[in-house]
T-cell receptor
Framework: RKEVEQDPGPFNVPEGATVAFNCTYS??????FFWYRQDCRKEPKLLMS???SGNEDGRFTAQLNRASQYISLLIRDSKLSDSATYLC?????????????FGTGTLLAVQP | EPEVTQTPSHQVTQMGQEVILRCVPI?????FYWYRQILGQKVEFLVS????????KSEIFDDQFSVERPDGSNFTLKIRSTKLEDSAMYFC??????????FGSGTQLSVL
């Protein structure tokens, strides 16, 4: 089983749509969880951390289910500028070094 | 806003040559990392560095790779004898403990 698994997409959605991405991780001892965004040939940028209680940042909502080892990201009212690859990221066990394990990413294309 | 700075943005080299990739992490960060991303693939961990020594390294980080923090600001990745398969985007990242990583804009390494 891959350490972090994501549906690669692409997800093609119209502007204004709501889209959800899912991610599973294999190491139950992982302690921190993030969603990063990566534009083509650019660096990953931190979108938001993911907490067990769920958290929201504007149009973005992240959820974590530790029992199922499952993370989600919901984007409401999609904008053209949301088009990017969304990376699910978890810390490896032994988090003292904060080593991050990346998923392969889910490509989102928001259409006008 | 403070940022991680990487130079050069592009590096072209001949197989077998040594290359040094340079990074200036965010000034108050304590943990430093190198990641790489081969075109079309996921972001892969290479090495983490804390308190002036390597804290963890991946299988990719073999004897051909080394890292240094020669002064209080720079963090370098050296590849001693480059191979064709070393061609990738190399990202430097830094963080305070417990926070998400912040990435530089990367160095695209092309080995011919």
């Amino acid at each position: 089983r891959k350490e972090v698994e994501q549906d690669p997409g692409p997800f093609n959605v119209p502007e204004g749509a709501t889209v959800a991405f899912n991610c599973t991780y294999s190491n139950s001892a992982s302690q921190s969880f993030f969603w990063y965004r990566q534009d083509c040939r650019k660096e990953p940028k931190l979108l938001m951390s993911v907490y067990s209680s769920g958290n929201e940042d504007g149009r973005f909502t992240a959820q974590l289910n530790r029992a199922s080892q499952y993370i989600s990201l919901l984007i409401r009212d999609s904008k053209l500028s949301d088009s990017a690859t969304y990376l699910c990221v978890v810390t490896a066990y032994g988090g003292a070094t904060n080593k991050l394990i990346f998923g392969t990413g889910t490509l989102l294309a928001v259409q006008p | 806003e403070p940022e991680v700075t990487q130079t050069p943005s592009h590096q072209v080299t001949q197989m077998g040559q040594e290359v040094i990739l340079r990074c200036v992490p965010i000034s108050n960060h304590l943990y430093f990392y190198w990641y790489r991303q081969i075109l079309g693939q996921k972001v892969e961990f290479l090495v983490s560095f804390y308190n002036n020594e390597i804290s963890e390294k991946s299988e990719i980080f073999d004897d051909q790779f080394s890292v240094e923090r020669p002064d209080g600001s720079n963090f370098t990745l050296k590849i001693r004898s480059t191979k064709l398969e070393d061609s990738a985007m190399y990202f430097c990242a830094s963080t305070l403990q417990g926070k998400g990583l912040f990435f530089g804009s990367g160095t695209q390494l092309s080995v011919l």
